[in-house]
């Protein structure tokens, strides 16, 4: 991992998920749903409008309370803005209480992967009503006993926290160091906010907790304004967050997040692409997931990047510790019980959103599961989940008629040739392929990957995947 600044983003999302968890990448399990009596946002489909003084309200509040605006709401901003100008009306927006249960809702979700009760929103509505401790309640909860038992040990604990505020594990020396403070008297508390209070930790805190709200972008290269930095600094999250919001303009107001593993990882590069500068596409995709895995990611990472829609696409991974920790259950049951919590949590952290389940891929002859299955899991989950969560075919274009696996298929007129044709594999019977699957039977990338991630080379079968994805997104905005 590289220097503070130019940390790795494949890296940065991976540990982000370890971090978030409190203990491992698998994670413990996260709440059913929240217990809080703040009414539910109203549905984002209305958030859609093409006047500019519209677009600047509705952008209002979707970066800071994390819905459209209500009709009377719309009337009252509309005359702020008009009267006081943006940079008012965003401020009073996040100090206002649903801006402030919001940003408790949020800073619960980081911190504890659980959203509050009734009664903890209720408290840190009113403790956060003095912007000047946003912060210092992000730091408490951080040192509080359910995040040091979460973390399993204090090690552990220390190093999610050296992660969260640096991006970086501690050395022997570093743990040595925070251990000596604890032991002397330093509360777990004063540890986590002298951790946020290093020059790392606050960059990190303000690229977290203000910039992915701001823009849907998870972005850990990218310093933040001064201004709002040094309003990070002074612990103000809320004043932050609308003076980056202000300062922004209006903002793509649609936004979707990508869920899953390899496949959907090698795809997401093409996905962003196709989907246009009209759409904010934000991945979290990581290599080698399960569901199990990527949920205590997915719940604050809904929260955080406010998505109108979550695309969801798993091949069936099902090697990993998480997966490993029910042996007498099938895969498809492991994976029927984690999307159906997943499906809770996203309700929780962002009502409203939609949910797109994307069919796998089929893999060549030999590997060890059948993705045909989790396909027969697709259409059985959506057709008993309310109307937000749908199916999408994945497999459009990458295998034969009768939807068995394929190292190649004739090229599309409409791939993309760029600077270079894109229609380069062999000839079969006087018909030009492309290659559509990687050597191993299983993956998209026919070269190299950054990261295990997007693909380093033009790799047709992730583009067209990444076609699929972008024509599922699309049907839910």
Avoid at 42 to 56: D, G, H, I, Q, Y
Avoid at 219 to 244: I, M, T, Y
Wanted: glycine fraction near 8%; charge should be positive; aromatic fraction near 6%.
């Amino acid at each position: 991992m590289r220097g503070v600044r130019g940390v790795s983003l494949a890296v940065a999302v991976a540990m982000l998920a370890v971090v978030i968890a409190g203990c491992s990448a698998g994670g413990g399990a996260a709440p059913a749903g929240p217990s809080s009596t703040h009414a539910a946002p109203a549905p984002r489909t209305f958030c859609r409008s093409t006047n500019p003084l519209e677009r600047t309200i509705e952008g209002l509040y979707v970066s800071l309370l994390a819905r459209c605006p209500r009709p009377s709401e719309r009337v009252a901003t509309r005359a702020d803005v008009t009267r006081r100008g943006v940079a008012v009306a965003a401020t009073t927006l996040a100090g206002s209480a649903d801006g402030r249960a919001r940003l408790a809702l949020e800073l619960y979700l980081i911190a504890l992967a659980r959203p509050p009760t009734a009664s903890e929103l209720r408290s840190a509505t009113t403790i956060l009503a003095d912007s000047t401790k946003g912060v210092a309640f992000y730091a408490a909860l951080l040192g509080s006993r359910e995040a040091m038992g979460k973390a399993g040990s204090t090690a552990t604990w220390l190093d999610n926290l050296s992660f969260r505020f640096s991006a970086k594990l501690l050395d022997a020396k570093g743990q040595a160091d925070w251990r000596g403070r604890l032991a002397a008297g330093t509360t777990p508390t004063q540890v986590a906010q002298q951790m946020a209070d290093t020059s790392a930790g606050r960059f990190f805190t303000a690229a977290l907790l203000v910039g992915v709200p701001a823009t849907g972008r998870i972005n850990f290269r990218s310093p933040l304004e001064p201004a709002v930095q040094k309003l990070v600094d002074r612990g103000e999250l809320g004043p932050a967050r609308a003076a980056l919001v202000a300062s922004l303009g209006p903002q793509p107001q649609q936004r979707a997040l990508l869920s899953g593993d390899s496949i959907a990882a090698q795809a997401a590069g093409y996905w962003r692409s196709i989907l246009g500068p009209g759409v904010v596409g934000q991945s979290i995709a990581i290599p080698s997931f399960a569901a199990c895995d990527e949920r205590p990611l997915l719940l604050p990472a809904a929260a955080l990047s406010r998505p109108d829609v979550v695309v969801i696409s798993y091949l069936g991974n099902h090697k990993t510790a998480c997966m490993k920790a029910a042996p007498r259950r099938s895969v498809v049951d492991r994976y029927r019980d984690d999307l159906l919590a997943t499906f809770r949590d996203l309700r929780a952290a962002q009502p409203g959103v939609r949910i797109v389940l994307v069919t796998p891929l089929p893999v060549a002859k030999g590997a060890d599961w059948a993705p045909d299955d989790l396909v027969a899991l697709d259409h059985e989950l959506a057709a008993a989940a309310r109307d937000d969560v749908t199916v999408a075919d994945g497999r459009k274009d990458l295998t034969t008629p009768t939807g068995a696996y394929t190292t190649m298929l004739p090229c599309l007129p409409d791939e993309p040739r760029a600077t270079a044709p894109r229609c380069t594999g062999p000839v079969v019977r006087g018909v030009r392929q492309n290659v559509l699957r990687a050597p191993d039977g299983v993956h998209l990338c026919l070269g190299t990957s950054y990261g295990n991630l997007t693909c380093a080379t033009w790799s047709p079968g992730a583009w067209r995947f990444a076609r699929n994805l972008a024509a599922a997104t699309r049907s839910q905005l």
